[in-house]
């Protein structure tokens, strides 16, 4: 590194790297903030059950839990099945 | 009818017990009836804090399980008229603290106080849950640090989803941001989050500013609140906090780098 590029790169600071982490993490763990707390076993169980009759990739179920505002929770559950192995095992 | 203050924070060491020491000793200057209760079962620290750590004779358990009155278990201050503290086991039950327990000692206390604050262990065990539980402001105690804005904002979520307030409909907690331990240098040097990048993660109302002090261990030292001196920048601060806490629009102080004058750099101070 020349001397005029010591001069010319703004050296990003700590603090400001710390900020740029904690606003990822935080707005992550707020999106999953108010899922209940049985929602990682339930994925585990329904992929286990899935597994009895067809290959499934452990990130091939997507379960996601709303909260819609007037007390109404939806639960969506997307499973991708591979397209060359739908017969059973 | 009191108000009941929980302070927490989450992650440990952040000033949590410092700061109800200062906030309670402070509002009972005031003139307020001010009760600072410590939930760290198992770990109590806040009489140290306090100064009172040889006048406990029953503590926070003893009056839920009713081997005492609150009368007995109160331990009121020599410095401060209208200051209690009720002081915490050293039981390593547990489960010592039951809601409903809890809720009794804080019902007979609504009615004699005017504050209530509860000082919260660490983490988001029985304990800390206990102590935010029937909270009707929290003050969140934070470091200018990643884990404990991480953590703080963790309670945050759960002073929102598990307090009574949130569990009965009513109007949530009252949520503030009290940042301690802050070092306005290394702020300025770009080592240190700002008061700007912690309120912009946390988006909640900033309670407090409390500079990193050596007047804070003194005052640990010797079992002062650091608020009983009001001579150093830490006790000052948290006055400016109090007075905030009380509905006031206090300017804020100690933020930026203290400009040395000509005399100090000679001779030092």
């Known amino acids: 590194m020349s001397l005029l590029d010591y001069f010319r790169s703004e050296k990003k600071s700590s603090a400001s790297l710390a900020k740029e982490r904690l606003q990822i993490i935080v707005a992550h763990e707020r999106s999953k903030r108010g899922t209940p707390d049985y929602l990682p076993q339930l994925k585990q169980d329904i992929l286990d059950v899935i597994r009895k009759y067809v290959k499934v990739d452990s990130d091939a179920v997507n379960v996601q839990f709303e909260q819609n505002e007037d007390d109404l929770a939806v639960l969506e559950l997307n499973v991708t099945l591979p397209d060359d192995d739908r017969e059973s095992k | 009818m009191a108000k009941i203050i929980v302070v927490t924070s989450g992650k440990g060491g952040v000033g949590k017990t410092t700061s109800s020491a200062a906030i309670g000793t402070g509002l009972a200057l005031k003139g307020y009836k001010t009760a600072i209760i410590d939930f760290d079962i198992g770990l109590r620290n806040l009489d140290l804090i306090m100064g009172c750590e040889r006048r406990v004779v029953y503590d926070f358990v003893n009056v839920i399980n009713g081997e005492a009155n609150l009368n007995q278990a109160l331990i009121k201050d020599k410095r401060v008229e209208k200051l209690f503290i009720l002081p915490a086991s050293q039981t390593r039950d547990k489960d010592a603290l039951t809601r409903e327990g809890v809720e009794r000692v804080l019902n007979e206390l609504k009615d004699?106080?005017?504050?209530?604050?509860?000082?919260?262990?660490?983490?988001?065990?029985?304990?800390?849950?206990?102590?935010?539980?029937?909270?009707?402001?929290?003050?969140?105690?934070?470091?200018?640090?990643?884990?404990?804005?991480?953590?703080?904002?963790?309670?945050?979520?759960?002073?929102?989803?598990?307090?009574?307030?949130?569990?009965?409909?009513?109007?949530?907690?009252?949520?503030?941001?009290?940042?301690?331990?802050?070092?306005?240098?290394?702020?300025?040097?770009?080592?240190?989050l700002s008061v700007e990048d912690v309120q912009e993660i946390l988006a909640i109302d900033l309670l407090g500013v409390i500079p990193e002090s050596t007047a804070v261990l003194n005052a640990s030292n010797s079992g002062q609140p650091v608020v009983l001196d009001g001579e150093s920048d830490a006790g000052q601060a948290y006055n400016d906090a109090i007075n905030r806490l009380l509905g006031e629009i206090v300017d804020f102080r100690f933020l930026n780098v203290e400009k040395k004058g000509i005399l100090k750099r000679i001779f030092g101070g």
Do not use: W
């Not at chain 2, 262990?121 to 102590?131: D, Q, T």
């Open chain 2, 112 to 192: 004699k106080f005017d504050f209530i604050i509860c000082d919260s262990p660490a983490g988001i065990e029985a304990g800390a849950m206990m102590a935010l539980y029937f909270a009707d402001e929290a003050i969140v105690t934070t470091n200018p640090e990643v884990s404990s804005v991480r953590d703080s904002d963790r309670i945050l979520g759960i002073l929102q989803s598990k307090s009574k307030r949130a569990e009965d409909g009513l109007e949530p907690v009252k949520e503030h941001l009290l940042l301690t331990r802050y070092n306005p240098s290394r702020v300025a040097a770009g080592e240190m």
